[in-house]
């Protein structure tokens, strides 16, 4: 994927440095790249193969998950690339899209996150070597963004385990650092549509989710699939 390369002349996010020592982002050590992009009409299917292809400049070669929406929010996929311990950005190395390539987006938004390692990042979201492995889990994705001075507490929330949840699920949250106008995005993968059924059904009751309530301000949430 062509990255878009934000105003800044060169962007050191030595953020998460500062963000790792907040509870919420305790385990916040790595960069990440959160592309969220639409579609433009007619060009799904084009947009989906050319996000599948990560750039050949990137950083970290095979640390990329890209996600299909099924349902919920208005976008169509979510792309997260994994940039290392530290990320800078330059204007020299950036290649605008083709035509044709520019031709298969409506629109698109860019965030650098802090997250967790590569290596726990990719066990909770079962990024295996063999791709076959993804068919049938599901993904749900979550952009939260917390009640001014709520930001600690929404985000302990966030990362808590429900007591109630009757099935095994890979869970991430990463932090944002620069971008879009949500502070954390959560990832919570479940082995089958069974299985996410299931979690829906022991959870929908409990105290958490009106605990969770009272510190975020907004929320979206959106069930989709991986195509990478």
Same mark, same amino acid.
């Given at each position: ?12 996010? @030595? ?22 992009? $639409? ?7 084009? @947009? %989906?193969?050319? @996000? ?12 990329? !998950? ?16 994994? !940039? &290392? ?20 987006? #409506? ?7 802090? &997250? ?10 079962? !990024? #295996? ?16 963004? #917390? ?8 985000? $302990? @929330? ?19 650092? %620069? &971008?879009?106008?949500? +502070?954390?995005?959560? !990832? ?5 549509? +069974?299985?996410?059924?299931?979690? %829906? ?6 105290? &958490? ?18 195509? $990478?």
């Amino acid at each position: 994927m062509k990255r878009v390369a934000a105003v800044f002349v060169t962007l050191f996010l @030595l953020a998460v440095s500062a963000m790792a020592q907040s509870s919420q982002a305790a385990d916040a050590s790595d960069i990440y790249h959160v592309h969220f992009a $639409k579609a433009a009409p007619g060009q799904t299917k084009a @947009l %989906e193969n050319d @996000l599948k292809q990560q750039d050949a400049k990137a950083p970290m070669p095979g640390h990329y !998950l890209v996600l299909r929406h099924q349902d919920g929010d208005d976008w169509d996929y979510l792309v997260i690339e994994h !940039l &290392g311990k530290k990320y800078t950005i330059d204007p020299a190395q950036y290649t605008a899209p083709s035509g044709a390539a520019a031709a298969t987006g #409506a629109w698109h938004t860019d965030t650098f996150t802090a &997250g967790p390692s590569w290596e726990v990042f990719a066990k909770e979201m079962s !990024l #295996a070597a063999d791709s076959g492995k993804a068919s049938g889990q599901v993904y749900v994705v979550a952009t939260w963004r #917390a009640a001014p001075g709520h930001r600690e507490q929404l985000g $302990k @929330l966030l990362t808590a385990r429900n007591a109630n949840s009757k099935v095994q699920s890979g869970n991430v949250m990463i932090a944002h650092i %620069e &971008g879009g106008p949500w +502070q954390f995005l959560t !990832l919570q993968r479940f082995n089958s549509w +069974q299985d996410y059924a299931a979690d %829906e059904a022991a959870t929908q009751d409990a105290q &958490g989710w009106y605990d969770i309530r009272d510190h975020g301000v907004w929320h979206h949430d959106t069930i989709t699939t991986r195509v $990478k």
